[in-house]
């Protein structure tokens, strides 16, 4: 890959997650839950993942960024933790990821069987393009194939951590969530686009711009963007 398209890869990236900081309510609590767990007790391992993220919250707040943001980290990280004191077990903290998981992959999979593919409707609500564009009959398989993709990603992750759940491999679990979590969203999502702009560009339709214009075909295609 050259470094023209590194740099359009780069430039999507800002454009898709401006404004996002989420992650770190993501990984740091779980990886904090984990490490004083193992080190000390699981009560002190639940008020420590706790703690952190109110003080992430607080962080976020301080700086006004989107108080979403902040509710939400301490509300799913609240949610795990009761559900890990309510079973007793440190396992139960990753039970919420676990019916998460479970519901992305069954909208995924309708969303393909009902021809509305869910990365269509990543797009569009990152990006604002005419939704009617992303039913067009020669640009929805692009999407409809990444989706696939993700589908299949999706269902291979919630395999594994439910295996390693019930074998109650915590240890294991958390490692996995982590390395399943941002580091491998990033690299589906660089072939999401890689593999998205290809199939447009083959399979002819219109640009977002040309579709916009009604310009007639032969199209160029879309050839940045996805």
């Known amino acids: 890959m050259n ?3 590194w740099s359009e890869l780069l430039d999507e990236f800002r454009t898709v997650f401006s404004g996002r900081n989420s992650f770190l309510d993501a990984i740091l609590p779980p990886i904090i839950f984990l490490f004083i767990n193992g080190l000390v007790s699981f009560q002190a391992a639940m008020w420590s993942a706790l ?5 992430i919250a607080a962080t976020r707040i301080v ?36 019916v998460s998981g479970s519901m992305t992959l069954l909208l995924t ?7 509305r593919p869910m990365v269509a ?35 291979a992750r919630l395999f594994l951590q439910f295996s390693l759940f019930q074998n109650e491999r915590v240890n ?18 660089v072939f999401s686009y890689l593999y998205g702009t290809w199939r447009l560009a083959n399979l002819s339709g219109p640009s977002v711009d040309e579709f916009r214009n009604n310009t007639p075909a032969p199209w160029q295609s879309q050839r940045r963007g996805f």
């Open 172 to 189: 294991l679990l958390a490692i996995t969530n982590f390395i399943t979590g941002w580091p491998a969203t990033i690299l589906l999502l």
């Open 3 to 5: 470094v023209q398209k």
């Open 51 to 55: 703690i952190l993220s109110v003080v």
């Open 121 to 155: 409707w990543t797009s569009f609500i990152a990006r604002r393009w005419p939704l009617d564009w992303y039913w067009h009959a020669q640009v929805r398989p692009a999407y409809s194939e990444v989706t696939f993709a993700w589908a299949v990603f999706f269902a």
């Open 109 to 115: 999979i309708v969303s393909l069987v009902i021809r």
């Open 63 to 98: 700086r006004k960024q989107s108080l979403l943001y902040a509710l939400a980290g301490v509300g799913s990280v609240g949610i795990a933790i009761g559900i890990a004191w309510f079973l007793g077990k440190s396992e139960g903290f990753f039970l919420p990821g676990l």
